[in-house]
């Protein structure tokens, strides 16, 4: 069904990008977490912790993001800072006192695991929460 011209039109390409890479994320650093959590918590308990932290993370972070879209920007400019504080603190952390970290986290420096993704996604969605909040209410996109 086609949508009237007077409502907004359909989420927009980097929006989409945003909204599944955070959903693969959240859910790739979770199961990740939960089974570390499960079979090898006495190895590195806080790297796993911060695994689990970091997916909570992205899941609250697809949320706000999908919130943005329509308008609600203050919980996923907050979401954002949150998580590109965890990745630097984490990435700086796990550099500076690497017997903290046995075993990588998400985070640990900087994401190196996962390609850097961790470190550069807070930053891409910062860029599209800038434009967002530029755009006149009534042409933000649209979550269907």
Do not use: C, N
Not at 62 to 75: N, P
Not at 118 to 137: E, T
């Amino acid at each position: 069904m086609t949508t009237a011209s007077h409502e907004p039109g359909p989420r927009s390409g980097p929006h989409k990008v945003l909204l599944a890479v955070y959903a693969l994320f959240a859910l790739a650093a979770g199961a990740r977490a939960l089974v570390q959590l499960a079979t090898q918590y006495d190895e590195a308990p806080v790297a796993y912790w911060l695994s689990l932290a970091a997916a909570v993370t992205y899941a609250l972070g697809w949320y706000a993001i999908r919130q943005a879209s329509v308008g609600h920007t203050g919980f996923a400019s907050v979401m954002l800072w949150v998580e590109l504080a965890g990745v630097l603190t984490v990435g700086t952390l796990s550099l500076v006192e690497s017997d903290w970290f046995p075993d990588a986290s998400v985070w640990s420096d900087y994401g190196i695991g996962y390609g850097f993704v961790p470190a550069a996604l807070p930053i891409a969605g910062l860029l599209w929460l800038r434009q967002q909040k530029r755009l006149p209410v009534g042409s933000q996109s649209r979550d269907d």
